[in-house]
């Protein structure tokens, strides 16, 4: 079992729906990710935070917003998406000044209808 | 930005057999991690290998940050090494980018 725990594993949602991913870790990590992997390709990275700060923000379009509440936790806020955002939502935690122990979560299967 | 290309970027192997796998940057970097990803999406840490050479039982990596490539060897392969293979390169400190990737299948 992977130590970065993603939910759902599985999500559907409609163009006007809002929802939420979200990703925990009990690793004591202070850096956590958001990437995104569309189907044979490499992840890209969307987002970074350090002790629970938005440092990397990659262009991502505002209708994907971040939120860190604690050191364990990270959730992705999905809202008025488009079917090209269909897509496997990986989470990842790591030490955080040099990026050691870099461990993903499962995914989010997420399809955009 | 940094551009990371991986070879071969498909590989099909008999069991039993050494393979290859080679990353090239395009940039000098800090940080360097390979990763397998299994056939149901699972992402692996293999090594944390940002310049030497690293060993983990049958697979081995070496990184020559100096002339931008590291090369991740797998020996005496098995069908579970299937998936796909990616380098991830930092500029500084954990925001990896990856590879192109190398797709690897290993038949019986």
């Known amino acids: 079992d992977t130590e970065v725990t993603q939910t759902p594993k599985h999500l559907v949602m409609g163009m006007t729906n809002k929802k939420s991913l979200k990703c925990e870790q009990h690793?004591?990590?202070?850096?956590m990710y958001w990437y995104k992997q569309k189907a044979k390709k490499p992840p890209e990275l969307m987002f970074v935070?350090?002790?629970?700060?938005?440092?990397i923000n990659e262009s991502v379009p505002s209708r994907f917003s971040p939120e860190c509440p604690n050191s364990s936790l990270l959730n992705l806020h999905l809202h008025a998406l488009q079917p090209e955002d269909s897509a496997l939502y990986l989470c990842?935690?790591?030490?955080?000044?040099?990026?050691?122990?870099?461990?993903f979560g499962s995914g989010t299967r997420l399809t955009v209808v | 930005g940094i551009q990371v290309e991986q070879s071969p970027p498909d590989l099909i192997l008999q069991e039993g057999a050494n393979s290859t796998l080679r990353c090239n940057f395009s940039?000098?970097?800090?940080?360097l991690q390979w990763f397998h990803q299994n056939p149901w999406g699972q992402l692996i840490n293999l090594f944390y290998?940002?310049?030497g050479t690293k060993q983990n039982g049958r697979l081995s990596a070496t990184t020559v940050a100096t002339e931008r490539y590291s090369l991740l060897y797998i020996s005496s392969s098995q069908t579970t090494d299937s998936g796909v293979y990616f380098c991830?390169?930092?500029?500084?400190?954990?925001?990896?980018?990856f590879g192109t990737g190398t797709s690897l299948t290993v038949i019986p």
């Open positions: 690793m004591g990590h202070r850096a």
């Open positions: 990842a935690s790591s030490q955080r000044d040099t990026g050691e122990g870099y461990t």
């Open positions: 290998i940002p310049s």
């Open positions: 935070y350090s002790y629970e700060k938005l440092s």
């Open positions: 991830a390169v930092a500029y500084t400190g954990n925001q990896f980018y």
């Open positions: 940039d000098s970097v800090n940080n």
